[in-house]
């Protein structure tokens, strides 16, 4: 984790204001910081999504590709993360210095997503056992500024709302398969992300937790809760994380916050994103460009 | 030039029959096949200091090729006193491409082949241009992360890294502008997108710093005929002063925003 | 303006790829009209004030087709009153993508500068630019941006000036409606056409629609052709072949299918089963059961009578079936099931008037008995009979008889010379028209000098006694020679050739012109150029006493005729004296001339017999083709005199040259271009090929053996007969009937081993000696100055599949040339024999089983005398042994290599077909001979009646 140094009495400093619901930036403890999301931005793939929560960038690319479903399950579709953390956020991440951070956010998006209610995989089957569609979520992480966790998930999530998979027709005839693209560019499916989990991190601070730790808090943080909730406060992971140790009541008492912090997160952003869709086209696109 | 504004169009082909065989490079009324003449350069979009954590960044659209460069330094040379140089400072550059840049998903972003070649090309064009002497035994950083590749990535990735490193103050003999070039039905074309860059043609890559003409680094794909090359250079070296015409613009719209901001701060 | 083109690909591995490209949007395309004030434009090409001579639009108008219009109807558009036409990029495009030849004639109309046709960018326009709109097809957004393009012209001339209008062709009458909604213009093209004052030929020339001709009578008469899809489908799983359809010359009623990626021919009978597949189009077929399999009826059928368009089909297949075929004779049959590409193309034949006298509705006989007759619509039928005209098919629906076509344009009266001769290279593809102006221009401005430049570039060698040798009459000289003795007791060989590829540069108009022709042909009595006149008997052409360009191959040898040194230099040559092979041959034969020309000539000779010993040490074969010449009448040029071409020691002088420089030259670009090397090959042939020689050679007493070229070059040599000095050759030119074609290939496309050239023994061969008249030369020239740093390369060159592409189109001419040089002969003999009856000497060639091929050595010619026919009636019955390989007829046995003596005269009774006929004098067979020609009464002017024997 990318680190900030900060000496005994900075650290006192945040602790103590937490635990007067009052952070170093204003906010109250279940607050999130300004996020900006921007779907669309890479026209190359079959759905994309920009977020940028305070100085945390991150960009999300998925790719519809055919492939062959797992073995276990032939009728479903595939749903693959990959995360690259990119140098541009810090020196640090160079060569495959980035590499553990970034398996760590993968395997948390994987087991968030791995719970059947999520995401209907079974429109991703193409033919059973043999095709699917296979769905690369690549992640780029461009800019570190804290609860990249989190700020990976709505990207994600924002991505997969963007995406849009071409209709197939599959013939079959005498053993023959054929799959033929429709050739209709606006013959396409859209996923239903209504349910994806976003990602709610729990900082435990002092006494105290918070949402969305800035990277001075995550500094002060011993150990935090991750968990993947749906917009009905369904929790579909959760991850204990950090060096300290948390008593069972408080992790009773930091997912109570987080289901809480979770169906609001995922409500607002559904809201973000479908009035960016109403705007369709004739939104003005600015991407990197501001 | 002419005048740029932005629609989206959409039309799918799936037949192999359609695919990029019979097209026409360069039509007989002139024309290219994303409708650009022979000498004309892809729209140019950028802005400097994308990042606030970086010490210079800058992002660069040509065309459909977008590249986010990073400079971080110059600082302490990060692998021990053992690489430092004692005379200069040591460049530093990766070269890294988004999985989902290119038409086909990449596997990894980096450490094949061709982006440890782009890394070392970068190395050399940046050392030939950064005044290097003025800080011995440190490091300059320079990150380029290529978001969406549609031919030219070289070109993007100096252009952008340019900008970063002006937007992080380190000391250049010049900008450094990089162009490319190919030659088709007897006629030099700049600025070469994926779809001719791919049609097996000649590929000419070159960067140079523009005021004095000097060329940094030059590149020669496929087989050209020497008495063509010149054509082919001079085109090249022509759109690379294009190109240094546009990004100094937009050094100077951000210069002049930033410091009209500091004003505002100040008073 | 800027806007991005996105769509999916499926690529190779299955996968789907999604690509993205910019398409930029101008606002500087102009719109090419001499009145706009508005684009600033350089020469615009639609004219001014285009008068109109169509009756529904009265005033000026340029027209804009559609793109299906441009396909269909290419022909309309062609004829040359059709003016000031604007092709938009979307028609072009689609053009482009769906008919190769459609678009390179649409090209041809555009950079014709008389025909007034603009291309006008739309696509790149921004104001013409349209996007594909939710749920429309990529046909209706093509055909709505037509309109967009016609609304943007309408409003545009309307703002020059208000008298011009842009008038919409479409024969689709959603889009023609849509347009006439917008405000604009549209008429289908057969509104226009019949608009027009003396529409009469141009009416002839529209394609008819699909439905336009039907029956009233809907009755399906063919079964449905199935779709694309399911036949690929089929073809994947084995259901169905692929195969190339080749109809039968014999019998309207079969054909044959070469199934592709596979060696086996497949035989359909009857026109259910033919299923209105035409010559050459590629089709799917199924297998039929095997109890239904037939065999080639061996009956010639000609279909004479006209039948309506609903004629009962399954009745006239029915006939053929009545008789069950034998099991042993069966061949595996199928019938054709669906189209997968038609490759009809214009087609030269008669009309065969209707019987009606008012009828419109006409049949067209084609020339090439292989092609079904065709419907045609026409409202001159009287003055097209009698005439050669040239006939395109438009469709052949399911429920007529014929296929349907149009009239393209008239060649002449039947049996004129010029009228004969071009349907002679219609119908064998020989690109004849006249050069155009695009591929003119690329000609060296004269007068034409010889520059420092140049001079400094190139070797000179002028001061060489070069001449070159040649056949008489020939302008074309491609080739020169040279021959001095060195210091060092050496000898000094030039082969000088003409420099055609400093002249024609890779790319523009004047070489791809030639890469298409790809050789020149040479008729009887004309010659059709590869490359325009000035340069073939002029620039290039290596004249006595100028000064030529030449890529010259110098060898040091000594007097062994061994090599000891090649190079190969670009020079300046001036030859001394242009020679025909006689002239060269009496100099060498005259020892009282001892000039430096003659010297080096005896010298050329010497050293050519030492060749061509060595050669046909090493297997090189010598084989024998009757070759004739045709003495013409300089007035009438009707040949007057046939006899067969003489080979003088000359000729094999310079043939030795030309091949030693050849094959120099081949291991030389080979060496530098080992992958895109042109070289040429010749396989050797299957051991069955020699089949018939073997047999034929028996019958005498002599045992060929074939396993090598060496060994047949050997036992041909030693099978003579001392009493019959024709009987070598004979046999020679038998061999000739069992070798394989010679190819051009690409060296990079096939392994080093198969490089071989059979005939002439050699490990590699290329054509490197005739520039001028072919253009593989060319190519090799080309290689050749690349590789000695004479010339820049370019990448079409060193491309392995683009020079095999080109290399396949040079096979394709070649043998399309020599076709055509055949039928230009019998078409000679043809002439000659109209009014002539001949007795003359010939031998048997081969025994068939109802007729003798006989060779006629005088006039180089070999004609099929027909023993058994179904017309003829009576006399003696000739009995096939097919064992000794026999006719007998009584006392009277022919073997092959009989001599007989035959009556030559010609069977006028198919006016497009003229015959040669052969009738038996000796031996005398009762019944069957006719007496000579001396003592018969010949009228010659009343030509079909049959000759009735006394």
């Given at each position: 984790m990318v680190d900030v140094l900060l000496s005994d009495a900075e650290k006192t400093f945040i602790i103590h204001g937490i635990q007067d619901n009052?952070?170093?930036?204003?906010?109250?403890?279940?607050d999130y910081r300004h996020m900006e999301i921007e779907t669309d931005v890479v026209s190359s793939t079959s759905g994309s999504a920009k977020v940028r929560l305070a100085n945390t960038e991150i960009l999300v690319g998925v790719k519809a590709e055919l492939g062959e479903p797992s073995s276990g399950k032939p009728d479903k579709g595939r749903l693959e993360f990959f995360v690259d953390c990119s140098a541009n956020a810090t020196p640090e991440f160079e060569g495959r210095g980035g590499e553990d951070l970034a398996l760590e956010i993968s395997n948390m998006l994987t087991r968030a997503y791995d719970c059947p209610k999520c995401l209907d995989l079974g429109k991703l089957c193409v033919i059973k056992g043999q095709q699917c569609w296979v769905l690369y979520v690549d992640i780029l992480l461009l800019e570190c500024g804290g609860n990249l966790f989190d700020a990976a998930s709505v990207a994600v999530k924002a991505a997969l709302y963007n995406t849009c998979i071409p209709t197939v027709t599959v013939s079959q005839d005498e053993g023959h398969v054929d799959i033929e693209l429709s050739d209709?560019?606006?013959d396409v499916q859209h996923l239903d992300v209504t349910s994806a989990p976003c990602i709610v991190t729990l900082s435990k601070i002092g006494h105290s937790h918070v949402v969305d730790a800035s990277q001075k808090e995550e500094a002060c943080c011993l150990a935090r809760l991750m968990m993947g909730v749906t917009e009905k406060g369904t929790v579909t992971a959760l991850k204990k994380e950090g060096s300290g140790s948390l008593d069972p009541s408080s992790v009773e008492e930091m997912m109570e916050t987080g289901k809480r912090v979770g169906q609001a997160l995922n409500k607002s952003l559904m809201e973000v994103l479908c009035l960016e869709e109403q705007k369709g086209k004739k939104k003005e696109k600015t991407g990197f460009l501001r | 030039m002419f005048s740029c504004y932005i629609v989206t169009f959409c039309s799918p082909r799936i037949r192999k029959t359609s695919s990029m065989a019979g097209m026409e490079l360069l039509s007989d009324q002139g024309f290219r096949i994303d409708g650009r003449k022979p000498k004309e350069l892809r729209r140019i979009q950028c802005r400097l200091g994308v990042f606030n954590q970086a010490d210079g960044s800058a992002y660069i659209e040509q065309g459909n090729t977008k590249v986010l460069a990073a400079v971080y330094g110059p600082h302490e040379t990060a692998g021990g006193r053992g690489k430092a140089l004692h005379d200069r400072v040591l460049v530093n550059c990766q070269y890294s491409m988004a999985t989902f840049s290119t038409g086909e998903r990449k596997r990894r972003p980096r450490g094949d082949r061709k982006s440890k070649e782009m890394t070392m090309h970068l190395q050399q064009t940046f050392n030939a241009a950064i005044m290097t002497s003025l800080y011995p035994r440190s490091q300059i950083d320079i990150y380029v992360e290529v978001l969406q590749s549609d031919g030219g990535n070289y070109c993007a990735s100096v252009n952008a890294a340019t900008l970063a490193l002006i937007d992080a103050g380190i000391p250049m003999k010049d900008y450094v502008c990089a162009c490319s070039a190919s030659f088709v039905k007897d006629c030099p074309m700049v600025d070469i997108n994926f779809l001719e860059e791919s049609s097996g043609g000649p590929e000419l890559i070159v960067a140079t710093l523009p005021k004095s003409s000097q060329i940094v680094f030059l590149e020669m794909n496929s087989r050209l005929h020497e008495d063509n090359l010149s054509k082919v250079l001079d085109v090249a070296v022509k759109g690379t002063k294009d190109v240094y015409q546009v990004l100094d613009n937009a050094v100077r719209d951000h210069i002049s925003e930033v410091s009209a901001f500091h004003k505002l701060d100040q008073s | 303006m800027l806007t991005n083109k996105i769509f999916l690909k499926k690529t190779k591995k299955g996968g789907v790829m999604k690509i993205v490209r910019e398409h930029y949007l101008r606002d500087d395309i102009t719109c090419g009209t001499e009145i706009c004030a508005f684009c600033n434009q350089k020469s615009p090409c639609l004219q001014e004030n285009p008068s109109s001579r169509s009756g529904l639009v009265t005033t000026s108008h340029y027209l804009l087709p559609d793109t299906n219009v441009v396909l269909h109807q290419i022909d309309v558009l062609e004829d040359s009153s059709i003016q000031n036409v604007i092709i938009l990029q979307t028609v072009l495009d689609e053009v482009r993508h769906r008919s190769a030849p459609a678009h390179r004639r649409l090209k041809d109309m555009i950079s014709?500068?008389?025909?007034?046709f603009y291309s006008f960018c739309n696509e790149f326009n921004k104001d013409t630019y349209i996007e594909r709109l939710r749920g429309e097809k990529s046909n209706d957004r093509n055909d709505r941006a037509i309109r967009q393009a016609a609304k943007w012209y309408a409003d545009h001339l309307k703002k020059c000036d208000g008298n011009l209008k842009v008038v919409l062709l479409t024969n689709d009458a959603d889009n023609k409606s849509k347009a006439k909604d917008m405000g604009l213009e549209a008429y289908t093209i057969y509104e226009y056409v019949k608009s027009l004052k003396d529409a009469g030929l141009l009416m002839d020339r529209l394609s008819v629609p699909d439905t336009g001709l039907a029956v009233e009578d809907n009755r399906v008469q063919f079964p449905e052709h199935l779709p694309l899809l399911e036949i690929q489908r089929g073809i994947k799983s084995g259901k169905y072949l692929q195969g190339t359809f080749q109809a039968s010359r014999e019998n309207y009623m079969e054909a044959n299918v070469s199934v592709h990626n596979d060696d086996r021919m497949i035989f359909i009978q009857g026109h259910m089963n033919l299923n209105r597949a035409v010559q050459d189009d590629v089709v799917a077929i199924e297998m039929l059961k095997e109890c239904d399999w037939g065999c080639p009826s061996s009956l010639v059928m000609e279909e004479t009578e006209e039948k309506p368009d609903d004629a009962d089909i399954e009745g006239e297949d029915l006939k053929l079936k009545r008789n069950k075929v034998p099991k042993e004779q069966r061949q595996p049959s199928a019938r054709v099931v669906g189209i997968i590409k038609r490759n009809w193309r214009q087609y030269c034949g008669i009309l065969q008037q209707s019987a009606l006298k008012e009828a419109t509705r006409h049949l067209f006989v084609p020339a090439e008995k292989r092609i079904p007759k065709i419907r045609i619509e026409t409202r001159q039928a009287n003055v097209l009979a009698g005439q050669r005209i040239v006939v395109a098919i438009d469709s052949w629906p399911k429920n007529s008889r014929y296929p349907h076509g149009h009239f393209v344009r008239m060649l002449g009266n039947v049996g004129d010379r010029e009228t004969e001769n071009e349907v002679l290279l219609l119908e064998h593809d020989?690109?004849?028209?006249?050069?155009?102006d695009s591929v003119l221009s690329f000609l060296p401005k004269m007068p034409w000098i010889i520059t420092e430049e140049d001079m400094k570039r190139r070797r000179d060698l002028r001061h060489l006694y070069i001449c070159s040798v040649d056949p008489p009459g020939c302008t074309d000289i491609d080739d020169a020679l040279h021959y001095r003795e060195l210091e060092n007791g050496n000898i000094e060989v030039g082969v000088h050739i003409a420099d055609v590829s400093h002249f024609i540069r890779p790319g523009n108009a004047l070489d791809k012109e030639a890469a298409n022709r790809g050789t020149t042909v040479y008729l009887v009595d004309m010659r059709i150029d590869m490359v325009p006149d000035l340069l073939s008997s002029n620039l290039c052409s290596l004249r006595s006493n100028v000064e030529r360009f030449a890529f010259s191959v110098l060898w040091e040898m000594n007097h062994d005729a061994e090599i000891i040194k090649t190079e190969f230099t670009k020079s300046i040559i001036n030859s001394k004296a242009s020679l025909t092979y006689a002239e060269a041959q009496m100099r060498i034969d005259d020892k009282g001339k001892n000039d430096p020309l003659t010297l080096g000539l005896r010298g050329l000779n010497r050293l050519a017999k030492i060749l061509k010993r060595k050669r046909t040490e090493n297997g090189a074969l010598t084989l024998a083709s009757p070759e004739i010449r045709f003495h013409i009448d300089s007035e009438t040029h009707d040949p007057i005199d046939v006899q067969s071409k003489q080979l003088l020691e000359t000729n094999s002088m310079v043939e030795e040259f030309m091949l030693l420089a050849n094959i120099s030259t081949a291991q030389k670009i080979y060496e530098e271009f080992p992958n895109c090397a042109v070289l040429r090959r010749h396989p050797s042939p299957p051991p069955s090929n020699f089949d018939p020689l073997l047999k034929a050679a028996l019958s005498k007493g002599f045992s060929i053996t074939v396993s090598s070229g060496k060994e047949l070059a050997d036992s041909l040599d030693k099978a003579v007969l001392p009493e019959d000095q024709y009987f070598n050759t004979m046999l020679r030119i038998m061999a000739t009937r069992c070798m394989m074609q010679a190819v051009y290939f690409c060296s990079g496309t096939i392994s080093e081993s198969e490089f071989f050239h059979y005939g002439l023994a050699s490990e590699i061969y290329t054509h490197f000696t005739s520039p001028i008249r072919r253009y593989s030369d060319i190519l090799v020239h080309r290689l050749l100055a690349v590789s000695i740093g004479a010339d820049a390369s370019y990448p079409e060159l060193l491309d392995k599949y683009k020079t095999q592409s080109v290399c396949n189109n040079l096979n394709y001419r070649h043998k399309m040339a020599q076709y055509a040089g055949r039928a230009s002969v019998n078409l000679q003999t043809h002439l000659f024999f109209k009014k002539r009856v001949i007795d003359e000497e010939g031998y048997v060639l081969f025994v068939r089983k109802n007729a003798l091929q006989i060779l006629i050595p005088r006039y180089g010619l070999e004609a099929t005398l027909y023993l058994n026919t179904d017309r003829r009636k009576q006399g003696p019955t000739f009995e096939f042994d097919e064992e000794k390989n026999v006719q007998r007829c009584g006392v009277v046995t022919f073997h092959v290599f009989d001599r007989v003596i035959v009556q030559l005269s010609i069977d006028r009774s198919n006016i497009q077909h003229l015959k040669l006929k052969l009738e038996l004098v000796k031996p005398e067979v009762p019944g069957f001979s006719v007496p000579k020609a001396s003592q018969r009464d010949v009228n010659?002017?009343?030509?079909?009646t049959k000759k009735v024997k006394t």
């Amino acid at each position: 984790m990318v680190d900030v140094l900060l000496s005994d009495a900075e650290k006192t400093f945040i602790i103590h204001g937490i635990q007067d619901n009052l952070r170093d930036d204003g906010r109250g403890c279940e607050d999130y910081r300004h996020m900006e999301i921007e779907t669309d931005v890479v026209s190359s793939t079959s759905g994309s999504a920009k977020v940028r929560l305070a100085n945390t960038e991150i960009l999300v690319g998925v790719k519809a590709e055919l492939g062959e479903p797992s073995s276990g399950k032939p009728d479903k579709g595939r749903l693959e993360f990959f995360v690259d953390c990119s140098a541009n956020a810090t020196p640090e991440f160079e060569g495959r210095g980035g590499e553990d951070l970034a398996l760590e956010i993968s395997n948390m998006l994987t087991r968030a997503y791995d719970c059947p209610k999520c995401l209907d995989l079974g429109k991703l089957c193409v033919i059973k056992g043999q095709q699917c569609w296979v769905l690369y979520v690549d992640i780029l992480l461009l800019e570190c500024g804290g609860n990249l966790f989190d700020a990976a998930s709505v990207a994600v999530k924002a991505a997969l709302y963007n995406t849009c998979i071409p209709t197939v027709t599959v013939s079959q005839d005498e053993g023959h398969v054929d799959i033929e693209l429709s050739d209709d560019p606006f013959d396409v499916q859209h996923l239903d992300v209504t349910s994806a989990p976003c990602i709610v991190t729990l900082s435990k601070i002092g006494h105290s937790h918070v949402v969305d730790a800035s990277q001075k808090e995550e500094a002060c943080c011993l150990a935090r809760l991750m968990m993947g909730v749906t917009e009905k406060g369904t929790v579909t992971a959760l991850k204990k994380e950090g060096s300290g140790s948390l008593d069972p009541s408080s992790v009773e008492e930091m997912m109570e916050t987080g289901k809480r912090v979770g169906q609001a997160l995922n409500k607002s952003l559904m809201e973000v994103l479908c009035l960016e869709e109403q705007k369709g086209k004739k939104k003005e696109k600015t991407g990197f460009l501001r | 030039m002419f005048s740029c504004y932005i629609v989206t169009f959409c039309s799918p082909r799936i037949r192999k029959t359609s695919s990029m065989a019979g097209m026409e490079l360069l039509s007989d009324q002139g024309f290219r096949i994303d409708g650009r003449k022979p000498k004309e350069l892809r729209r140019i979009q950028c802005r400097l200091g994308v990042f606030n954590q970086a010490d210079g960044s800058a992002y660069i659209e040509q065309g459909n090729t977008k590249v986010l460069a990073a400079v971080y330094g110059p600082h302490e040379t990060a692998g021990g006193r053992g690489k430092a140089l004692h005379d200069r400072v040591l460049v530093n550059c990766q070269y890294s491409m988004a999985t989902f840049s290119t038409g086909e998903r990449k596997r990894r972003p980096r450490g094949d082949r061709k982006s440890k070649e782009m890394t070392m090309h970068l190395q050399q064009t940046f050392n030939a241009a950064i005044m290097t002497s003025l800080y011995p035994r440190s490091q300059i950083d320079i990150y380029v992360e290529v978001l969406q590749s549609d031919g030219g990535n070289y070109c993007a990735s100096v252009n952008a890294a340019t900008l970063a490193l002006i937007d992080a103050g380190i000391p250049m003999k010049d900008y450094v502008c990089a162009c490319s070039a190919s030659f088709v039905k007897d006629c030099p074309m700049v600025d070469i997108n994926f779809l001719e860059e791919s049609s097996g043609g000649p590929e000419l890559i070159v960067a140079t710093l523009p005021k004095s003409s000097q060329i940094v680094f030059l590149e020669m794909n496929s087989r050209l005929h020497e008495d063509n090359l010149s054509k082919v250079l001079d085109v090249a070296v022509k759109g690379t002063k294009d190109v240094y015409q546009v990004l100094d613009n937009a050094v100077r719209d951000h210069i002049s925003e930033v410091s009209a901001f500091h004003k505002l701060d100040q008073s | 303006m800027l806007t991005n083109k996105i769509f999916l690909k499926k690529t190779k591995k299955g996968g789907v790829m999604k690509i993205v490209r910019e398409h930029y949007l101008r606002d500087d395309i102009t719109c090419g009209t001499e009145i706009c004030a508005f684009c600033n434009q350089k020469s615009p090409c639609l004219q001014e004030n285009p008068s109109s001579r169509s009756g529904l639009v009265t005033t000026s108008h340029y027209l804009l087709p559609d793109t299906n219009v441009v396909l269909h109807q290419i022909d309309v558009l062609e004829d040359s009153s059709i003016q000031n036409v604007i092709i938009l990029q979307t028609v072009l495009d689609e053009v482009r993508h769906r008919s190769a030849p459609a678009h390179r004639r649409l090209k041809d109309m555009i950079s014709n500068p008389d025909k007034h046709f603009y291309s006008f960018c739309n696509e790149f326009n921004k104001d013409t630019y349209i996007e594909r709109l939710r749920g429309e097809k990529s046909n209706d957004r093509n055909d709505r941006a037509i309109r967009q393009a016609a609304k943007w012209y309408a409003d545009h001339l309307k703002k020059c000036d208000g008298n011009l209008k842009v008038v919409l062709l479409t024969n689709d009458a959603d889009n023609k409606s849509k347009a006439k909604d917008m405000g604009l213009e549209a008429y289908t093209i057969y509104e226009y056409v019949k608009s027009l004052k003396d529409a009469g030929l141009l009416m002839d020339r529209l394609s008819v629609p699909d439905t336009g001709l039907a029956v009233e009578d809907n009755r399906v008469q063919f079964p449905e052709h199935l779709p694309l899809l399911e036949i690929q489908r089929g073809i994947k799983s084995g259901k169905y072949l692929q195969g190339t359809f080749q109809a039968s010359r014999e019998n309207y009623m079969e054909a044959n299918v070469s199934v592709h990626n596979d060696d086996r021919m497949i035989f359909i009978q009857g026109h259910m089963n033919l299923n209105r597949a035409v010559q050459d189009d590629v089709v799917a077929i199924e297998m039929l059961k095997e109890c239904d399999w037939g065999c080639p009826s061996s009956l010639v059928m000609e279909e004479t009578e006209e039948k309506p368009d609903d004629a009962d089909i399954e009745g006239e297949d029915l006939k053929l079936k009545r008789n069950k075929v034998p099991k042993e004779q069966r061949q595996p049959s199928a019938r054709v099931v669906g189209i997968i590409k038609r490759n009809w193309r214009q087609y030269c034949g008669i009309l065969q008037q209707s019987a009606l006298k008012e009828a419109t509705r006409h049949l067209f006989v084609p020339a090439e008995k292989r092609i079904p007759k065709i419907r045609i619509e026409t409202r001159q039928a009287n003055v097209l009979a009698g005439q050669r005209i040239v006939v395109a098919i438009d469709s052949w629906p399911k429920n007529s008889r014929y296929p349907h076509g149009h009239f393209v344009r008239m060649l002449g009266n039947v049996g004129d010379r010029e009228t004969e001769n071009e349907v002679l290279l219609l119908e064998h593809d020989v690109p004849h028209n006249n050069f155009s102006d695009s591929v003119l221009s690329f000609l060296p401005k004269m007068p034409w000098i010889i520059t420092e430049e140049d001079m400094k570039r190139r070797r000179d060698l002028r001061h060489l006694y070069i001449c070159s040798v040649d056949p008489p009459g020939c302008t074309d000289i491609d080739d020169a020679l040279h021959y001095r003795e060195l210091e060092n007791g050496n000898i000094e060989v030039g082969v000088h050739i003409a420099d055609v590829s400093h002249f024609i540069r890779p790319g523009n108009a004047l070489d791809k012109e030639a890469a298409n022709r790809g050789t020149t042909v040479y008729l009887v009595d004309m010659r059709i150029d590869m490359v325009p006149d000035l340069l073939s008997s002029n620039l290039c052409s290596l004249r006595s006493n100028v000064e030529r360009f030449a890529f010259s191959v110098l060898w040091e040898m000594n007097h062994d005729a061994e090599i000891i040194k090649t190079e190969f230099t670009k020079s300046i040559i001036n030859s001394k004296a242009s020679l025909t092979y006689a002239e060269a041959q009496m100099r060498i034969d005259d020892k009282g001339k001892n000039d430096p020309l003659t010297l080096g000539l005896r010298g050329l000779n010497r050293l050519a017999k030492i060749l061509k010993r060595k050669r046909t040490e090493n297997g090189a074969l010598t084989l024998a083709s009757p070759e004739i010449r045709f003495h013409i009448d300089s007035e009438t040029h009707d040949p007057i005199d046939v006899q067969s071409k003489q080979l003088l020691e000359t000729n094999s002088m310079v043939e030795e040259f030309m091949l030693l420089a050849n094959i120099s030259t081949a291991q030389k670009i080979y060496e530098e271009f080992p992958n895109c090397a042109v070289l040429r090959r010749h396989p050797s042939p299957p051991p069955s090929n020699f089949d018939p020689l073997l047999k034929a050679a028996l019958s005498k007493g002599f045992s060929i053996t074939v396993s090598s070229g060496k060994e047949l070059a050997d036992s041909l040599d030693k099978a003579v007969l001392p009493e019959d000095q024709y009987f070598n050759t004979m046999l020679r030119i038998m061999a000739t009937r069992c070798m394989m074609q010679a190819v051009y290939f690409c060296s990079g496309t096939i392994s080093e081993s198969e490089f071989f050239h059979y005939g002439l023994a050699s490990e590699i061969y290329t054509h490197f000696t005739s520039p001028i008249r072919r253009y593989s030369d060319i190519l090799v020239h080309r290689l050749l100055a690349v590789s000695i740093g004479a010339d820049a390369s370019y990448p079409e060159l060193l491309d392995k599949y683009k020079t095999q592409s080109v290399c396949n189109n040079l096979n394709y001419r070649h043998k399309m040339a020599q076709y055509a040089g055949r039928a230009s002969v019998n078409l000679q003999t043809h002439l000659f024999f109209k009014k002539r009856v001949i007795d003359e000497e010939g031998y048997v060639l081969f025994v068939r089983k109802n007729a003798l091929q006989i060779l006629i050595p005088r006039y180089g010619l070999e004609a099929t005398l027909y023993l058994n026919t179904d017309r003829r009636k009576q006399g003696p019955t000739f009995e096939f042994d097919e064992e000794k390989n026999v006719q007998r007829c009584g006392v009277v046995t022919f073997h092959v290599f009989d001599r007989v003596i035959v009556q030559l005269s010609i069977d006028r009774s198919n006016i497009q077909h003229l015959k040669l006929k052969l009738e038996l004098v000796k031996p005398e067979v009762p019944g069957f001979s006719v007496p000579k020609a001396s003592q018969r009464d010949v009228n010659l002017d009343e030509p079909p009646t049959k000759k009735v024997k006394t």
